[in-house]
């Protein structure tokens, strides 16, 4: 700007001597009325123009004496303004930290230690998955999800279950997909991302695409992730890759950088059982053996390209049985409104248990301990709900069968 005025400057002083002239001339030989008006005129843009000179001028010479490092001491004092405004285009950082993904530092042996309390028999998945999820979080710029990992291994062993206690530690929502009712094609991608504009239903969002819309920072758990369409495998294949998942509908462009996405399979469960134990002690050779036996399972090949990381889970063992079949028992008992008393289980049931759980081989499930022992229970655990006593305990009778009592408020029994 400053260079533009100097430019035309030398028209300004014309314009400025032409004005003094006129002075002159008016008042020595006055002239018509018309004339005199269009002078005016001519006169006051001309004084206007002479002080936006004047001012250019000044500044030119500050400018000069600045960069000349001359200015006086009284001048040299800069204004009082945001630092990011003098160094920086502030208002662009402001934009770009609302986009910008934050880093988040957790605990992860305190991690692992609650996932342990509750995933048994699974230590070295719980302290691996801490670890890793520690890290990937610690990062400030992603560019994906926080972390795609798959918890493979028999069924019942707790990777259901590590996911949602995940979930709950890292204080996250969980959003759970059962992928065996996304088989149909078509319509499971109409389920997860929405119906294409014009279609019945193209007015609201998928299930996933308005759960991670909701809770950008979800636990999403795709359970038994191979039974999915290859359809619905592909369009996760972006969410993974590009950070982002398109809802139909809109074409909205939703993100998952801030997602956890823990995948389940039950495949090659026979194959996973063996090698879980031959490579018990060599975590890298074992997720290696893993990644092998899913292909040899005909796991999608570009799901398994896009893991972060495969966990294999192991067959319980030992007091493990002992224990899932005990904390099993409790979360059946609290689904009836009740709660077990203290050392309330006869341990003869939990013997019972494992004895049948071992029978069952690799293959054997939780699942199926509970099984044994619910239909057993079912009717003196609502007769104890419905005598209003909250607290039960649990013994093997003479028949071998398993039987609910009531605890009275005082610690005698009903």
Request: proline residues 4%; hydrophobic residues 45%.
């Given at each position: 700007?400053?260079?533009?005025?100097?430019?035309?400057?030398?028209?300004?002083?014309?314009?400025?001597?032409?004005?003094?002239?006129?002075?002159?001339?008016?008042?020595?030989?006055?002239?018509?009325?018309?004339?005199?008006?269009?002078?005016?005129?001519?006169?006051?843009?001309a004084?206007?123009?002479?002080?936006?000179?004047?001012?250019?001028?000044?500044?030119?010479?500050?400018?000069?004496?600045?960069?000349?490092?001359?200015?006086?001491?009284?001048?040299?004092?800069?204004?009082?303004?945001?630092?990011?405004?003098?160094?920086?285009?502030?208002?662009?950082?402001?934009?770009?930290?609302?986009?910008?993904?934050?880093?988040i530092?957790?605990?992860?042996?305190?991690?692992?230690?609650?996932?342990?309390?509750?995933?048994?028999?699974?230590?070295?998945?719980?302290?691996?998955?801490?670890?890793?999820?520690?890290?990937?979080?610690?990062?400030?710029?992603?560019?994906?999800?926080?972390?795609?990992?798959?918890?493979?291994?028999?069924?019942?062993?707790?990777?259901?279950?590590?996911?949602?206690?995940?979930?709950?530690?890292?204080?996250?929502?969980?959003?759970?997909?059962?992928?065996?009712?996304?088989?149909?094609?078509?319509?499971?991608?109409?389920?997860?991302?929405?119906?294409?504009?014009?279609?019945?239903?193209?007015?609201?969002?998928?299930?996933?695409?308005?759960?991670?819309?909701?809770?950008?920072?979800?636990?999403?758990?795709?359970?038994?992730?191979?039974k999915?369409?290859?359809?619905?495998?592909?369009?996760?294949l972006?969410?993974?890759?590009?950070?982002?998942?398109?809802?139909?509908?809109?074409?909205?462009?939703?993100?998952?950088?801030?997602?956890?996405?823990?995948?389940?399979?039950?495949?090659g469960?026979?194959?996973?059982?063996?090698?879980?134990?031959?490579?018990?002690?060599?975590?890298?050779?074992?997720?290696?053996?893993?990644?092998?036996?899913l292909?040899?399972?005909?796991?999608?090949?570009?799901?398994?390209?896009?893991?972060?990381?495969?966990?294999?889970?192991?067959?319980?063992?030992?007091?493990?049985?002992?224990?899932?079949?005990?904390?099993?028992?409790?979360?059946?008992?609290?689904?009836?409104?009740?709660?077990?008393?203290?050392?309330?289980i006869?341990?003869?049931?939990?013997l019972?248990?494992?004895?049948?759980?071992?029978?069952?081989?690799?293959?054997?499930?939780?699942?199926?301990?509970?099984?044994?022992?619910?239909?057993?229970?079912?009717?003196?655990?609502?007769?104890?709900?419905?005598?209003?006593?909250?607290?039960?305990e649990?013994?093997?009778?003479?028949?071998?069968?398993?039987?609910?009592?009531?605890?009275l408020?005082?610690?005698?029994?009903?």
């Amino acid at each position: 700007m400053l260079s533009r005025i100097s430019r035309y400057m030398p028209l300004l002083f014309a314009i400025m001597v032409f004005t003094m002239l006129y002075q002159f001339i008016e008042n020595h030989w006055p002239q018509p009325q018309a004339i005199a008006s269009l002078i005016s005129s001519i006169h006051a843009i001309a004084w206007y123009l002479a002080s936006a000179a004047l001012f250019g001028w000044l500044f030119l010479l500050l400018g000069w004496l600045h960069f000349h490092e001359r200015l006086p001491d009284f001048l040299k004092a800069r204004p009082l303004m945001d630092i990011l405004d003098r160094l920086t285009n502030k208002q662009v950082i402001e934009e770009g930290l609302e986009k910008q993904e934050t880093a988040i530092f957790i605990d992860a042996e305190s991690l692992a230690e609650a996932l342990k309390q509750r995933v048994i028999g699974q230590n070295a998945v719980c302290e691996d998955i801490s670890a890793q999820i520690r890290r990937r979080l610690a990062l400030s710029q992603r560019g994906k999800p926080v972390g795609v990992f798959l918890l493979a291994g028999p069924p019942g062993t707790g990777k259901t279950l590590l996911a949602k206690v995940l979930a709950k530690e890292l204080e996250r929502p969980l959003l759970h997909l059962d992928m065996t009712q996304f088989a149909a094609g078509s319509h499971s991608l109409s389920q997860l991302l929405g119906m294409n504009k014009g279609y019945v239903g193209s007015d609201t969002y998928g299930k996933l695409t308005s759960g991670l819309q909701d809770n950008p920072n979800a636990v999403v758990l795709l359970d038994e992730i191979e039974k999915a369409h290859p359809d619905v495998l592909k369009a996760f294949l972006t969410a993974w890759n590009d950070g982002f998942i398109t809802e139909r509908s809109d074409s909205n462009q939703v993100s998952t950088t801030s997602a956890i996405f823990i995948l389940t399979s039950n495949a090659g469960t026979k194959r996973l059982g063996e090698i879980s134990t031959q490579y018990a002690d060599d975590p890298d050779a074992l997720r290696e053996a893993a990644v092998n036996a899913l292909r040899e399972a005909s796991f999608a090949p570009e799901v398994l390209n896009r893991l972060d990381r495969i966990f294999v889970f192991q067959p319980f063992k030992g007091l493990d049985i002992a224990r899932v079949a005990a904390l099993e028992i409790e979360e059946m008992i609290r689904g009836y409104g009740l709660d077990v008393a203290d050392q309330g289980i006869d341990p003869n049931i939990i013997l019972l248990l494992m004895r049948r759980y071992q029978k069952l081989g690799k293959l054997g499930s939780s699942r199926d301990l509970i099984r044994a022992i619910e239909e057993q229970l079912a009717d003196s655990l609502i007769t104890a709900k419905k005598a209003g006593l909250p607290k039960v305990e649990l013994f093997l009778d003479a028949d071998q069968r398993i039987t609910a009592r009531a605890m009275l408020p005082h610690g005698s029994r009903s």
